[in-house]
């Protein structure tokens, strides 16, 4: 059975910082591993989809690596802003079962001083 | 940019009453979902569905719950019977199809009283 884990549970850095949260998963055999953000009170919101085949992928300040050989994600976030403070959650999707069945992290709690 | 909308935000319900949570899934998109997220524990998956047929359930959603499509665009949620543990935030997502990110609504905060 698929779990996730999130490494840390929350994170405080000053505005302008470099940071990486971390995302674990037990089963390699992902279809795609989703990396979210949740503000509070708000539903998730998609930042970076990495399918199995990919090792990377990246979107302006962010940049999210797969190693599926040892069940880990990155998600790298340069030069940090106040307005990135939010829930990071990690999901990986499995092979096998109905397409789109997320499995979620805990999430990390990220907060960017100004 | 088009969205998942769901409604109510906010439903507070006497244990015991059925409630229905509804979702419009983006219009293009094929496969349905409904997660929960009880406070400060992970989002889980409840169901997929998908060709107006349940595609896959987790045991969370035993037969107090039920899922339809009644037409085009709705997408609801119903649980016959509600629980005290049934209060949680419901996320109904949608997905277009292949290797895409689901999207998803903001959200229904379901209160058991």
């Known amino acids: 059975k698929q779990e996730v884990t999130q490494i840390p549970a929350a994170l405080s850095v000053p505005e302008g910082e470099n940071l990486v949260l971390n995302c674990s998963f037990t089963?390699?055999?992902?279809?795609?591993l989703q990396w979210f953000r949740q503000d509070p009170g708000k539903g998730l919101t998609s930042l970076l989809l990495?399918?199995?085949?990919?090792r990377e992928q990246t979107s302006g300040r962010l940049n999210a690596s797969l190693d599926k050989s040892s069940g880990r994600s990155t998600l790298y976030i340069a030069a940090s802003q106040p307005g990135d403070s939010a829930t990071y959650l990690c999901?990986?999707?499995?092979?096998?079962?109905?397409?789109?069945?997320?499995?979620f992290g805990k999430g990390t709690k990220l907060s960017v001083k100004p | 940019e088009p969205e998942v909308t769901q409604t109510p935000s906010h439903q507070v319900t006497q244990m015991g009453q059925e409630v229905i949570l509804r979702c419009v899934p983006i219009?293009?998109?094929?496969?349905f979902y409904w997660y929960r997220q009880i406070l400060g524990q992970k989002v889980e998956f409840l169901v997929s569905?998908?060709?107006?047929?349940?595609?896959?359930k987790s045991e969370i959603f035993d037969d107090q719950f039920s899922v339809e499509r009644p037409d085009g665009s709705n997408f609801t949620l119903k649980i016959r019977s509600t629980k005290l543990e049934d209060s949680a935030m419901y996320f109904c997502?949608?997905?277009?199809?292949?290797?895409?990110?689901?999207?998803f609504g903001d959200g229904t905060r379901l209160s058991i009283l």
């Open positions: 999901a990986a999707e499995n092979y096998g079962g109905s397409q789109g069945n997320l499995i």
């Open positions: 089963d390699s055999a992902i279809y795609n």
């Open positions: 990495i399918q199995s085949s990919q």
């Open positions: 219009s293009n998109h094929l496969y």
């Open positions: 569905f998908y060709n107006n047929e349940i595609s896959e």
């Open positions: 997502a949608s997905l277009i199809g292949g290797p895409q990110p689901q999207h």
